[in-house]
């Protein structure tokens, strides 16, 4: 299930029920950041029926400020980022 929600409704809490959360609305738009999950991503994109049932959150992002912040917050809700996105 993928759930668009704006950088305010983006809780510590609603981010801990996610198994994967990007970001859209900020950077390059055919490429959105995945904060977690990527792997998970990876097999929901190649199948529809664990797509529908896996916790997707992307969040509507409009500025770097905004992007740090979600960083921590992710962080904050799972412990960590993706590898990829904390170097």
Same mark, same amino acid.
């Given at each position: 299930?993928? %759930?668009?929600?704006?950088?305010?409704?983006?809780?510590?809490?609603?981010?801990?029920?996610? %198994?994967?959360?990007?970001?859209?609305?900020?950077?390059?738009?055919?490429?959105?950041?995945?904060?977690?999950?990527?792997?998970?991503?990876?097999?929901?994109?190649?199948? =529809?029926?664990?797509?529908?049932?896996?916790?997707?959150?992307?969040?509507?992002?409009?500025?770097?400020?905004?992007?740090?912040?979600?960083?921590?917050?992710? =962080?904050?809700? =799972?412990?960590?980022?993706?590898?990829?996105?904390? =170097?």
């Amino acid at each position: 299930m993928i %759930e668009v929600v704006t950088f305010e409704d983006a809780t510590v809490e609603k981010l801990t029920e996610a %198994e994967v959360i990007m970001t859209i609305g900020w950077g390059d738009l055919q490429a959105p950041r995945v904060l977690l999950g990527r792997e998970r991503f990876a097999v929901a994109a190649g199948n =529809k029926e664990i797509a529908a049932e896996m916790p997707i959150v992307r969040v509507k992002i409009e500025s770097d400020e905004q992007f740090a912040e979600l960083k921590g917050r992710v =962080k904050e809700a =799972k412990g960590e980022l993706d590898p990829y996105e904390d =170097k």
